[in-house]
């Protein structure tokens, strides 16, 4: 279980370069459930995870206010976004703590009531021993975010020992702070 935040902010950062793209669709205000599955090389991560984010109106990027958008950018040569009706592929090349992050990420679906996302993203030199992790990320709107639910909100359900209900919650200030101290 210990794992399963670390999993998290794993996935977070290789996805988050693809969903700072300023063209990247957003998702419709509310609560969302999202699915991931990992996979590092051949290998699935456990899984898959299930959560649910509440996203605000004009802040569906993650957790990451407009400064920490262009402070990623930055880590980045290439970000090519291209849109083709319900579809957009965004290629990308950024580093992350040495390491060069070569991603694809197809992001298909209305976003209104459902997505799909599949990333791929190969690491040179690996990344504590991956070269590659991919992932499919599927999002079904669900309604209204709960109250007290502020953007970028996440609960991960049905985790005995983990808090009220079985319930994992991270705040967007928590994740953020994780994220960065992930980073170093």
């Known amino acids: 279980m210990r794992h399963i935040p670390s999993l998290f902010l794993l996935g977070a950062v290789v996805l988050a370069p693809a ?41 569906d990027d993650l957790t990451a206010e407009p400064g920490d958008a262009r402070e990623m950018r ?42 799909r996302m599949e990333n791929t993203t190969r690491f040179n030199p690996p990344m504590q021993g991956m070269q590659t992790m991919s992932s499919v990320q599927t999002g079904k709107w669900i309604g209204p975010c709960k109250p007290g639910q502020q953007h970028g909100s996440v609960t991960l359900p049905g985790m005995p020992g983990m808090g009220p209900g079985g319930e994992f919650r991270m705040d967007a200030e928590t994740m953020k702070r994780l994220q960065e101290q992930y980073g170093r």
């Open 74 to 115: 930055k880590r980045c040569s290439k970000m090519d976004v291209k849109r083709s009706g319900k579809t957009t592929t965004i290629d990308s090349v950024c580093m992350m703590d040495g390491h060069t992050a070569t991603g694809r990420t197809v992001i298909s679906g209305n976003m209104a009531t459902d997505y």
């Open 19 to 59: 969903l700072h793209a300023a063209d990247a669709p957003m998702r419709k205000p509310g609560l969302w459930e999202i699915r991931t599955e990992t996979r590092t090389g051949t290998q699935a991560m456990p899984g898959p995870m299930t959560m649910q984010m509440c996203i605000e109106q004009g802040k």
